[in-house]
Every structure is written in C-alpha cells, then in structure tokens.
C-alpha cells in the first residue's frame, strides 16, 4: 500500500507564488514518473507537468515558464513551484506516481487564485 500526501496549497493572489510538496510513503521499491495533475470545478482533470526518474520534465503548455517541477528521491518526494499565478490556474492539484507496478493518486490539495 503506497500513500500520497500532497500540502502547500492555499489562497494566493494574482502574480503570486506557491509551492506544492507531495510525499510517497508506505511500501515502496521504487517509484518512476511522477506528476502534478489538476481538476477545476467543471472540468475534466489536466496534466500540469510530470519528471521521469531519469528527470525529465514535461509541461503543459499554459504553465511552462512559470511552473517548475522537481522531485527528491531520498525523501520520495515531488515538488511544483508555481509563480506568476493566474485565476486560472485555480484547481485542486493532485499528484500522481507510478510506484513499482501501480499508479497511485493523492487526495488532492486546493489551489485558489483570486485577489
């Protein structure tokens, strides 16, 4: 059983940043590509960006130069700063990790852009 726990979302104005942490724990051998996803009310749920185990990155179009993806294997974790914030980016984020053989979700963390 793997769990993932996302934080570090919040209420920010336009232009702002914030930084998103997600931490994989339980049993793990190895986890590969890991992503940031985010699903507005109404809408279907999005890739934001994802990095390899080799670290490569990947972005959707709409946040690439402001968004930025990493992750720290030691402490199975992956981050997404986010700067210069629009309205629309205003989602829950969640991630997502291939962990050994299954994909593998966390509850989500709410991200609010508004002035």
């Known amino acids: 059983q793997v769990q993932l726990v996302e934080s570090g979302g919040g209420l920010v104005q336009p232009g702002g940043s914030l930084r998103l942490s997600c931490v994989a724990s339980g049993s793990i051998f190895r986890i590969y590509t890991m992503a940031w996803y985010r699903q507005a009310p109404g809408k279907q749920r999005e890739l934001v960006a994802l990095?390899?185990?080799?670290?490569?990155?990947k972005y959707r179009d709409s946040v690439k130069g402001r968004f930025t993806i990493s992750r720290d294997n030691a402490k199975n974790t992956v981050y997404l700063q986010m700067n210069s914030l629009k309205p629309e980016d205003t989602a829950v984020y969640l991630c997502?990790?291939?962990?050994?053989?299954?994909?593998?979700w966390g509850q989500g963390t709410q991200v609010t852009v508004s002035s």
């Open positions: 990095i390899t185990s080799g670290d490569t990155t």
């Open positions: 997502n990790a291939i962990v050994d053989v299954r994909s593998s």
